[in-house]
């Protein structure tokens, strides 16, 4: 599965789970004691509160949550099948739990005695069943996305810049996207059409995540100077990535495929991981090796160039070292 | 676009940072519409004043290559690239007529008879 749609299945997998596994939260007040468990004979035996219930709903979607966004933001390579297993373990557990107390708390509020309620049916216990699978296996095959270690990169030849020693240079190039404006409205039509069925906070909370990912990563603003490189970010050109020359270890412009990067947009962090990487679209673009052994690399036209400006600080910084020295 | 300056030209730096802008124009590494870097930011990266840089951004805005407006900042114009492509064949026009020995009052009575 593509990378960038199995994010985005992912990220809705772990919202629905999360609002089915809230359900109790819906609709009204609970029955104070109510039956969860029921025999052969399909009469209750086993009761629950209603705190109790919530307690385990809020923790299964927390749980639940946070391993599929972990697995969305990973980068770190594992044991091949490890991210679709658990993916698919967590949507499985998920769906499951959540399923059941939604199913749970329906049949106590449609019942005139919550204690004595009769089980589900058999319809309703496969469809609980089924869609538990359904969320486990739609997540194990999203989370087929750990990346690739280390990308093998076609190195672009720099062109020659023919500038004297003395001269000063800076490159600039800004790229815009419509991918990540049309991402972004996807998910504020998502939180719009929640909000009409009455999921409050949730459709809020993407409507503004929708937002955020229009005005971040629509457009970007790159430079190559004295300084080093600049990545702006967004219409008001913050937030930034800056690295100083002195901290660069070697630059090239390559060949970047989305898919060994892990997909499209923001990918890693330069502080957590030692891998980051902005990538707006297949093709050109910079990519720095830094001192401390990490990686930041970002799409951008005419990358070429900008790597040469860059090449060119680091020859003048370690001749400069050299000379100190 | 690169800009690329010379310290140690007679030109003014405003006025290489006004001709940089201008090639990465006809070059087409700068387009319509595109937002150029803010006078603080280039100024930084090229280690000059920021008034240099407004300086050299004042230049293009009067000639209609570019629209500097607060909430904007300073933005390529639509007609740009046009206008910077012409005002270049006019001065090669300029440099062949001169090389063909004519007087700038000849140049403009030539051109003058095309219009």
């Not at chain 2, 407004?54 to 407006?69: F, K, N």
Request: proline share 4%; glycine share 10%.
């Amino acid at each position: 599965m593509n990378r960038s749609i199995a994010r985005i299945v992912l990220a809705l997998v772990a919202v629905v789970l999360a609002a089915e596994a809230l359900s109790p939260l819906r609709g009204g007040s609970l029955p104070q004691r109510m039956a969860t468990h029921w025999g052969g004979d399909n009469r209750a035996n086993g009761w629950s509160s209603a705190t109790g219930l919530l307690l385990l709903s809020i923790s299964v979607a927390v749980v639940c949550v946070a391993v599929l966004v972990t697995a969305m933001l990973a980068r770190t390579p594992r044991v091949r099948g490890f991210w679709p297993t658990l993916t698919g373990l967590a949507g499985f557990v998920g769906g499951a739990i959540g399923g059941s107390t939604a199913l749970t708390v329906h049949l106590a509020r449609n019942s005139p005695d919550p204690l004595t309620t009769p089980g589900p049916t058999p319809l309703q216990l496969v469809a609980v069943i089924g869609s538990a699978m359904l969320f486990g296996a739609v997540a194990a095959l999203a989370g087929r996305t750990a990346p690739a270690r280390d990308p093998l990169s076609t190195v672009l030849r720099s062109p020659e810049l023919g500038a004297g020693p003395q001269d000063v240079l800076m490159w600039h190039r800004s790229m815009s996207t419509r991918l990540f404006v049309l991402v972004g409205l996807a998910v504020v039509a998502v939180g719009v059409v929640l909000a009409v069925l009455g999921e409050g906070a949730v459709a809020i909370v993407m409507a503004a995540l929708g937002g955020l990912i229009i005005a971040g990563l629509s457009r970007i603003g790159v430079s190559a100077d004295q300084r080093g490189l600049t990545v702006s970010y967004g219409w008001w050109a913050w937030p930034r990535t800056v690295i100083p020359v002195r901290d660069m270890a070697s630059v090239d412009a390559i060949d970047i495929d989305p898919g060994q990067w892990g997909g499209w947009g923001y990918r890693g962090s330069l502080r957590l991981f030692d891998r980051a990487a902005v990538v707006l679209r297949s093709g050109e673009g910079l990519r720095v090796k830094l001192r401390n052994g990490s990686t930041f690399a970002v799409t951008v036209d005419d990358a070429a160039t900008g790597a040469a400006v860059l090449q060119r600080e680091l020859a003048d910084g370690s001749a400069n070292a050299n000379t100190s020295a | 676009m690169l800009i690329r300056l010379d310290p140690a030209s007679d030109a003014p730096l405003y006025e290489q940072i006004a001709g940089q802008l201008r090639r990465a124009l006809a070059e087409g590494t700068v387009s319509a519409g595109e937002r150029l870097p803010t006078a603080r930011d280039l100024a930084s990266g090229l280690g000059v004043n920021m008034h240099t840089v407004l300086r050299a951004y004042q230049t293009l805005r009067d000639e209609q290559l570019v629209e500097m407006r607060r909430s904007r900042g300073v933005v390529v114009t639509a007609e740009a690239t046009e206008r910077v492509q012409l005002s270049e064949l006019a001065r090669s026009l300029v440099h062949e007529a001169r090389r063909a020995g004519l007087h700038d009052a000849e140049i403009r009575t030539l051109l003058e008879a095309q219009l």
